[in-house]
T-cell receptor, first 115, second 112 residues
Framework: DAMVIQNPRYQVTQFGKPVTLSCSQT?????MYWYQQKSSQAPKLLFH???????NEADTPDNFQSRRPNTSFCFLDIRSPGLGDAAMYLC??????????????FGPGTRLTVL | GEDVEQSLFLSVREGDSSVINCTYT??????LYWYKQEPGAGLQLLTY?????DMKQDQRLTVLLNKKDKHLSLRIADTQTGDSAIYFC????????????FGIGTKLQVIP
């Protein structure tokens, strides 16, 4: 089945220790997104890639970076995690804005704990 | 900016119908979505409706859209304990890349 996969499902890191979260997709979608979701809140878009073009949201902290080495993979790098970065990180994909509906399909998420 | 509002909590008895409501402000919304999130999991796309439709039915799910009032609802017939989850309403605007705006989510509790 075509899908969005996130690894690991649970990640524990120490305050200030860099961490990388991984997302892969078999849908061959052009767009990949990273969202941060804190408890009892809606997902908050951090950035997205449309193909190789990176689009950062204005309020995304510099501490968050992303890489997309190819169509299938996208990584979220948190350079110096703080306690406030503990959250669920959701990866999503969509076909692209030239489609009539750019429905987003989500992975299962990675729960990040910062000690 | 665009805003999507939902009530935070709904409790129903197993076998009853659940109705989850949502209001939005973006008059240029083209598609409106319902996502389901089970504890510790990602968002699962349940259904979506195009803005020129009034109703969409998919098995136990019925989506009603009142575009004039910018009101969207999700009805779940014969609610089961497995339907317990958080339900997110979301909307996307028209033309090119548009950011999806999510509501805060409605937590549905199904009582056996």
């Amino acid at each position: 089945d075509a899908m969005v996969i996130q690894n690991p499902r649970y990640q524990v890191t120490q305050f200030g220790k860099p961490v990388t979260l991984s997302c892969s997709q078999t849908l061959n979608h052009n767009v990949m997104y990273w969202y941060q979701q804190k408890s009892s809140q809606a997902p908050k878009l951090l950035f997205h890639y449309y193909d190789k073009d990176f689009n950062n949201e204005a309020d995304t902290p510099d501490n968050f970076q992303s890489r997309r080495p190819n169509t299938s993979f996208c990584f979220l790098d948190i350079r110096s995690p703080g306690l406030g970065d503990a959250a669920m990180y959701l990866c999503a994909t969509s076909e692209g804005p030239d489609r009539v509906t750019d429905t987003q399909y989500f992975g299962p998420g990675t729960r990040l704990t910062v000690l | 900016g665009e805003d999507v509002e939902q009530s935070l909590f709904l409790s129903v008895r197993e076998g009853d119908s659940s109705v989850i409501n949502c209001t939005y402000t973006d008059s240029s919304s083209t598609y409106l979505y319902w996502y389901k999130q089970e504890p510790g999991a990602g968002l699962q796309l349940l259904t979506y409706i195009f803005s020129n439709m009034d109703m969409k039915q998919d098995q136990r799910l019925t989506v009603l859209l009142n575009k004039k009032d910018k009101h969207l609802s999700l009805r779940i017939a014969d609610t089961q304990t497995g339907d317990s989850a958080i339900y997110f309403c979301a909307e996307i605007g028209s033309g090119g890349y548009q950011k999806v705006t999510f509501g805060i989510g409605t937590k549905l509790q199904v009582i056996p």
